[in-house]
């Protein structure tokens, strides 16, 4: 009878339509994001895409949005309450499986802007005191640990996250964001986010 259980295991994973490592409550966890966050998890409307997002990253802001501290109108509308009942092993399973998707580029900037935008984002404006965001985000725009993946998001959510910085809004403890999101302005910020919409 030893060989019945892998079996029953692998026909779960087969059967199962996300990897069967949380078990079945990760699926009804994932369908639980996926009515707001789209098909694939490729964003939808004012949710953002989280496929190929930075594991480490998601997991932080889930913590974010739990502890309240990531606190702008949209977060405390729809993620504060998203976020309020996930334990430690499902925010993790959730940030795994949510990273191993392949993003979808959005597209959607203003295709005029990009060579400006990657300007910007590629060597700041030192005499603006804008940094590159290259330093932190890396050459693709791929991110790094805790530190978020921004190619291919969409326009209307990046503009909307460096605007919402500006207007004295929070995300992470520690995060260099708020400063340096208040040294950009608006064709600044018009300029990266369609620039990282087009980023594969
Ligand atoms: C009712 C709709 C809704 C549900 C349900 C929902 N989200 Fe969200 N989520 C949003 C919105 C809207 C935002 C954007 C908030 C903002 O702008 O700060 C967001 C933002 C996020 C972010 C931040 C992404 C980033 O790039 O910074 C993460 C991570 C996230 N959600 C994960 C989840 C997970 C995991 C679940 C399921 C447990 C979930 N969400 C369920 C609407 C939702
Ligand atoms: C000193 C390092 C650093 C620099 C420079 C930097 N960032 Fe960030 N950025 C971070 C960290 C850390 C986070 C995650 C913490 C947070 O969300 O506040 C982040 C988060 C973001 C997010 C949120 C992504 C999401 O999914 O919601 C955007 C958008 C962003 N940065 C854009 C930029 C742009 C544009 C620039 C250049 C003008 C830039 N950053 C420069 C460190 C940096």
Request: aromatic letters at 10%; a positive charge; charged letters at 15%.
């Amino acid at each position: 009878m030893k060989w019945v259980w892998p079996k029953l295991a692998i026909l779960a994973i087969l059967c199962s339509p996300v990897p069967s490592w949380g078990g079945s409550s990760l699926a009804a966890s994932v369908r639980n994001c996926t009515w707001c966050h789209g098909t694939g998890a490729q964003g939808y409307t004012v949710a953002p895409r989280l496929a190929g997002q930075r594991s480490l990253y998601i997991e932080a802001q889930l913590r974010g949005y739990a502890a309240h501290i990531r606190d702008n109108p949209l977060s405390k509308q729809y993620m504060w309450g998203a976020a309020a009942n996930l334990n430690a092993d499902t925010v993790r399973d959730l940030a795994d499986y949510f990273a191993s998707l392949p993003p979808k580029t959005a597209l959607d900037g203003h295709r005029a802007l990009v060579e400006r935008g990657q300007a910007i984002y590629l060597q700041g404006i030192p005499e603006a005191n804008i940094a590159a965001c290259l330093a932190c985000h890396g050459p693709a725009g791929q991110g790094i640990r805790e530190i978020p993946r921004l190619g291919g998001l969409s326009y209307f959510y990046v503009k909307r996250r460096l605007e919402e910085w500006g207007q004295g809004y929070h995300s992470a403890p520690m995060s260099p964001m708020p400063l340096v999101a208040s040294t950009l302005g608006p064709d600044e910020i018009e300029a990266l986010a369609s620039y990282l919409s087009f980023v594969r």
